[in-house]
Each structure stands twice: as C-alpha cells, then as structure tokens.
C-alpha cells in the first residue's frame, strides 16, 4: 500500500522540497527559502492534506484562491509532480502549470474568484 511516507519519498525524488507541517499537512514546494529560526518560506507551496479516510492536495490558484483536488494519496502525488514538472519546463506562476495540466481547472477552484463565477453564472 502506497503511504505518506512513500509519497515523501518520491516527492522528494523529483527535487521538491517537503515538510511535515503537522501529522495531517505536508507543505510542498519546488523552492524554499529559509527565513530563520529554521522557517522555510516559499512562493509555489502545495498542501498534501490527509482527511481520514481521504486525501486533498490544495495548491495556489490565482489572487486569493486555490485549486483543491481530492483523491488517492498516489494519485495526488502523481497529479504534484507533473504540475511542479510543467512549472519547472514552461515557467510561471503555479496556479497557471496546474491549469496547463489539468484539462478542465474551474471545477477544483476554491474562493471568492470561484464563489463571484458562479453566482453570476446562476443570475444570468
């Protein structure tokens, strides 16, 4: 059975940088900076969060929102490494590797971008 600690191990694999934030959240990032005091700060950070019996990798959206995927912890890890893959070989903010990878993105935004789409969605 796929874990967290083989997902850590293949995230790595690829060159990102994980962190434990606590025992459900894990902070991804292909760039990390450390701040000090041993904080890391980084611009492209991922979440890999585990839900119980489920599993939600939220990564940066555009202004204040986000992307948030759920699924197999494999899956997820898959899903990470080809979005960090395509922001390593076309460049650009994060949120726009995640819409290049992600056929149809709009389902998995979340926030107020999201929220202001589909209310006039519905007046109209």
């Not at 959206?61 to 197999?72: A, D, K, L, S």
């Not at 819409?99 to 929220?115: I, K, L, Q, S, Y």
Request: aromatic share 8%.
């Amino acid at each position: 059975m796929f874990g967290i600690n083989d997902a850590v191990a293949r995230l790595k694999s690829q060159g990102l940088h994980v962190t434990a934030r606590n025992a459900t959240t894990w902070a991804i990032a292909a760039s990390a900076i450390e701040a000090r005091d041993g904080i890391s700060v980084s611009n492209d950070a991922t979440f890999l969060l585990d839900e119980g019996q489920n599993w939600r990798a939220v990564f940066p959206g555009r202004g204040q929102c986000t992307f948030e995927v759920p699924g197999t912890i494999g899956d997820l890890v898959n899903l990470i490494i080809s979005v960090y893959r395509d922001h390593r070989n076309n460049g650009g903010p994060l949120w726009e590797a995640f819409a290049r990878v992600v056929p149809d993105p709009d389902p998995f935004v979340c926030g107020e971008e999201n929220t202001n789409a589909r209310l006039k969605a519905k007046s109209a």
